[in-house]
Structures are given as C-alpha cells and as structure tokens.
C-alpha cells in the first residue's frame, strides 16, 4: 500500500492521540485504584477510633479484656455498633437492661446482624486486639506484629490498656468496591476509545484539508514539467502551503519570461547572424560571378563582415558563459582610480581622431575594489567604444569618480545625441538598440550593455543608464569598496 503524505499525517496525529489517552487512562485507572484503597483505610481508621473508644468503655467496665479472648461474637457486637441502624420504635424491645450496660437488646443485636452487610472489606478478619503485654487476644499474631497496618492505642484515663492492630488492605479484590472501580476503568476505557475513534476521523478530515492544495500544485507542477509555463497555482490558504503555491506561481512568471526572452533572443540573433552573412554570401557570388572583380577593396569588406561575424559570436559566447557562471575570474584589491585611468589613457588617440574632449573628475585619495582587473578593463573599455560610435562630431565626454563609505561610483558621460527616457532601463537588454542614435550601422552587436551589466554582477557591482547633463547619456558603475 502506497503511503501518501496524508495518510502518513492521520497515522502520526492517531498514534500520538493514542499513546497520549492511552497513557493516561492507565495512569487514570492506577491513581483511582490506589486512591480508593486510601479512600477506604482513611474509613477503616475512622472505624478503629471509634472501636477503640468502645473498647475503652469495655475495659474501664469490666476491668480487663477477658470477654474476647479467642471470641469474635464479643467482638462483633461492638462491630456492630460503629454502623447503627435507624431506630425502629414499632420493633424495639420492652425488655429493659441493667444500670450502666449498652442499651441494645438482644432481638435489636440479631436484627442489627441480619441487617449488616458482609464484611466484603475483610475489617474483622484483619483486625487483631492486643493487650497491654503486647500479647494477641483476637486475632494472628501475624497481623499483630506487622508493622506496616494501622495501630490504634486503647487509653483508659492515661493509662495504655491495649491496641488494636489492623493488617494493611492490599486490594479491592474482595471489598465492595470492587464493583465501583471496575466500572469506573471501564468507562475510562470507554471514553478513551471514543476519543481515539474522535481523533483519527479529525486526523483524516485534517489531513486532507491541509493537503488539498498539493492536489493543484501537483498538477501545476506537469503542466510546468511539459512546458506550459502559463500555468498557475490557485492559493487557498495563507499558510506555509500557501506560500509555496505563491512561489510555483513565481517560478512558473519566471520561466515564462526566460521562455519568451530565449525565444526572442534566438530570433534576434539568427537576424543578427543573417545579416552579415548575407553580405558576405553576395560579396561572394559577385566575386564568383565576375560581376566585382577581386581587389583590395572587395577582401576588405569581406574581411570586416567577418570580423562583425567574429565580435557578435565572441559576444554570444561570453554572454552566454556569464549566465551560466563558466567565466572566470581573478580577483584581486586594485586602485579603481588608477585603472580607470589608465583605461582612459589608452583612448588618447582614439578620443582625437573622433573629435571628442575627455574629462575627468577624480578624488585624489586611493579607492580599492576586489575585482578582476581584467573583466571591470573590458567594461570600462565597452563604455568608451560605446561613446565614442555613437557621440556626435565635436563632442565632449566626462568621467566622474567619487566614493561614500562603502562604495565607489564611475560615471561615463556623453554629449549629444541622447535616448529617450523609456530606454534607458532597455539598453541592457539583449540585442536591443535604440533606433536612429544607436542603430547597427555603427556596427555594434548590441550584446555590450548586458555582458558589462553580467560582469559587474559577478563583481557585487551594478550599472544603471540616466540622462546626461552633457546632452547625451550617463553610464554609472557602482563597485562596494574595501580597506
């Protein structure tokens, strides 16, 4: 039989309930056991004092204990007299009795015999009288000498006469009580199993009411399984299952996204891939052809579409290992100022031949990052490429520096033209372009943005696009510093 999680749950919850009523029916039971056995030797020692004043009212009589000697019909009478019975006028006897003695007639002490009950509580076969000297006058020596019964002393005036010793009662086996407990556990066990019955109906119930909603997860998770990333999961409760339901639904708005992002990308890459190998393929056949006839000129246009070709694979490829965290890196504590610098140095030239002026506002104390010199030189080198494609002829660019307590921010501006403001969280999507300002006739991949914007992630880093106050578009890189 399979066990589901239901009806594991309904099989914990019963066991618990059962060991838990279990244990205290039979806790229960022992506790009534043994307060009604103290329940009855408090009564018997109700009993002895009593005894042990008639007793003494013997004794002070007739001087001595003689009368009971190895006689319980003696002893019995004064038995007799610790439970009376309501008086009975119609029946009570005209004799009358000596000056002095119980006033108890002998028909009145028969019908009181008649009308008591066994001793079911075995009282008189415990109980022993013994005298001064300590010797048994009724009763086993036995019971007598045991140390662990009831003692009750006969005092005469101030004198110790005698004692009555009572054996201790071990069980309800042969009182009258045997009945009363009896049915009291059953009862106990009664109610014990009704509530065990109780407890695994309300498991079951339980069990199935807090599992429903794994019935529409299940189901939500094949149709994920298979695809179907529009699927959700109803939320039924706000418990920790519902909490779950609300995370599948997320994974599920998740995967749905990646869906249409990986099938958008693979179409703007086969566009982005066509377009350079349609020209290269026409180059071609005209060369084949004889239409263009082969010169220095045709290898060179062909040798740029290749090396288009060649940066939109390398770019699908680092892009690609970025995500899938394959790329490696080297870090290390650098200056950050002192390689922005050099970085920008590098473009002196470039800047120049563009027509472009460099700024740079740098703090003059020491800024160190744990980064990959490599990897944030590839980032900053993309930005400057990026300004200086698209910055219209004069230009100007500005990089700004400056640090907090716990990070650094880099800030690459550029003059005219700009994006429009809708664009600016867009650049770092993949294969996107502006149009016009940023269109691939500046022969870039469009994958540049979102390789820094994986970089710097790898780096703890961010990178975000605003406007510029040059006119144009400002690139801010913020990297955590340490000591």
Partial sequence: MRLTIAKKIAATITAVVMLSIGTMAWITSQNLKRGFISYLGEIEQQDLRKLSRLL???????????????????????????????????????????????????????QRRRATPPDLMGFTQRLSLVDARGTAI??????????????QNIVVGQQVVGSLRLAPLQ??????????????????????????????????????HLLRPLG??????????????????????????????????????SLQENEVQRRQMLADISHELR????????????????????????????HAEVIHLNKLVDDVRQLTLADAGDLRYEFARIDIIALVRAVIQR????????????????????????????????????????????????????????TSRNFVDITMEDSAPGVPPHAHALL???????????????????????ICKAL????????????????????????????
């Fill in 275 to 302: 377009t350079p190998l349609t020209v290269i393929l026409g180059e071609v056949e005209a060369l084949i052809d004889g239409v263009r006839k082969s010169s220095p000129e045709a290898m060179a246009s062909l």
């Fill in 428 to 450: 770092f999507d993949r294969l996107y372009r502006v149009d016009l300002a940023r269109s691939r006739a500046h022969g870039g991949s469009g994958l540049g943005l979102s």
């Fill in 138 to 151: 009724i009763g086993p020596k036995e019971a007598a000498d045991a140390l662990d019964g009831s003692r």
């Fill in 171 to 208: 069980n309800i086996s042969n009182t009258s009580g045997l009945d009363f407990v009896r049915i009291q556990i059953q009862q106990t066990i009664w109610l014990a199993a009704g509530l065990i019955l109780m407890a695994l109906i309300l498991s079951i119930y339980l069990a199935r």
């Fill in 56 to 110: 003494a009212e013997t004794y002070q009589r007739d001087g001595n204990f003689d009368r009971f000697y190895h006689d319980r019909e003696n002893l019995q009478e004064l038995l007799d007299q610790l439970h009376p019975l309501p008086p009975d006028n119609s029946k009570a006897s005209d004799t009358p009795v000596a000056s002095g003695e119980e006033s108890i007639s002998p028909a009145s002490v028969r």
């Fill in 216 to 253: 529409s997860l299940h189901k939500v998770a094949k149709r994920i399984a298979k695809g179907q990333f529009q699927a959700r999961a109803v939320v039924l409760n706000q418990d920790e299952l519902g909490e779950l339901s609300k995370d599948i639904n997320s994974m599920a708005r």
């Fill in 456 to 483: 710097l992630s790898a780096h703890d880093g961010e990178i975000s696009a605003m406007p510029s106050s040059l006119g144009g578009l400002a690139m801010v890189i913020r990297l955590p510093l340490i000591k």
């Fill in 347 to 402: 473009y002196t030239l470039r800047l120049q031949k563009a027509q472009l002026t460099m700024q740079i506002d740098f703090p003059t104390e020491l800024a160190f990052v744990r980064a990959d010199a490599g990897r944030i030189t590839q980032v900053i080198s993309n930005l400057l490429e990026n300004s200086i494609r698209y910055t219209d002829s004069p230009g100007t660019l500005r990089c700004t520096i400056t």
